[in-house]
């Protein structure tokens, strides 16, 4: 019976599904922590306010810039195909539009998948992190 691989990282739906719980955990923690601190914040609501923008910057530097050499490897793949397709006299016969599709819907979803991970990362992590820490 052959074994089942598990993937290095999560699908989309998962990485969606956990971003769904994490997201409104971390956000309910942080404006109550808000509105308890009032007009004057300690140091330690102070840095994790100041954390909150910085983690958001760096995320989606990091999405852009996964994004960006998915897109291109992508884009390379597909060139790949069409001039292969446009050169090679065997594959004259063969649907070629089933399988442009089928590349251009891997793409989107690699895309996808590329961008979303270091949102998903932040946030799941910052859920754990801040389910463990007191209010006040």
């Known amino acids: 019976m052959p074994s089942r691989r598990t993937p290095k990282t999560p699908s989309i739906v998962t990485q969606a599904a956990e971003l769904a719980f994490a997201v409104p955990q971390v956000v309910a923690h942080r404006i109550t922590r808000m509105a308890l601190a009032g007009p004057t914040p300690s140091a330690r609501d102070r840095k994790e306010f100041q954390r909150m923008g910085a983690e958001k910057t760096a995320a989606f530097g990091e999405s852009w810039n996964a994004m960006t050499v998915q897109a291109l490897h992508a884009h390379q793949a597909l060139a790949t195909s069409f001039l292969r ?6 594959l004259k016969g063969r649907p070629f539009a089933s399988e442009v ?5 891997s793409a989107a979803l690699g895309l996808l998948g590329k961008g979303m991970a270091p949102v998903h990362r932040k946030a799941v992590a910052n859920a754990k992190r801040l389910a463990r820490t007191k209010l006040r």
């Open 101 to 105: 599709a089928a590349q251009w819907q």
């Open 85 to 90: 397709a446009f050169w090679s006299p065997s």
